[in-house]
Nanobody
Framework: QVQLVESGGGLVQTGGSLRLSCAASGRTFSNYAMGWFRQAPGQEREFVAGISRSGLTTYVTDSVKGRFTISRDNAKSTVALQMNSLKPEDTAVYYC????????????????????WGQGTQVTVSS
């Protein structure tokens, strides 16, 4: 199995930037497609960004396209989410997740595809 720990959340002004990081331990990191999800108060968990096992394929949801970038470093067993031009509607708890299938070539936007989850890190964008 995989253990995931997020870091990098905090309070930032509208238009600012944050970089979230997720450190993985356990089974070989490169075997897992990775994703970032977020959940705002009173809302359902939503997909934000995902990256394939190799890192060659990425996908970000429309609401953050052009502002957020996902990347991974398989040598360091980490995945990052660079968030620029932050808006108040980006305020949420952000979760790192690993696709436990170990065989997916691309990226899934469905939460049920991800078997391992971090504890979450709070991102608050002031307005």
């Amino acid at each position: 199995q995989v253990q995931l720990v997020e870091s990098g959340g905090g309070l930032v002004q509208t238009g600012g930037s944050l970089r979230l990081s997720c450190a993985a331990s356990g089974r070989t990191f490169s075997n897992y497609a990775m994703g970032w999800f977020r959940q705002a108060p009173g809302q359902e968990r939503e997909f934000v960004a995902g990256i394939s096992r190799s890192g060659l394929t990425t996908y970000v949801t429309d609401s953050v396209k052009g502002r957020f970038t996902i990347s991974r470093d398989n040598a360091k067993s980490t995945v990052a989410l660079q968030m620029n031009s932050l808006k108040p509607e980006d305020t949420a708890v952000y979760y790192c997740a690993a696709d436990g299938s170990g065989s997916r070539v691309g990226v899934s936007t469905y939460g049920y595809s991800y078997d391992y989850w971090g504890q979450g890190t709070q991102v608050t964008v002031s307005s």
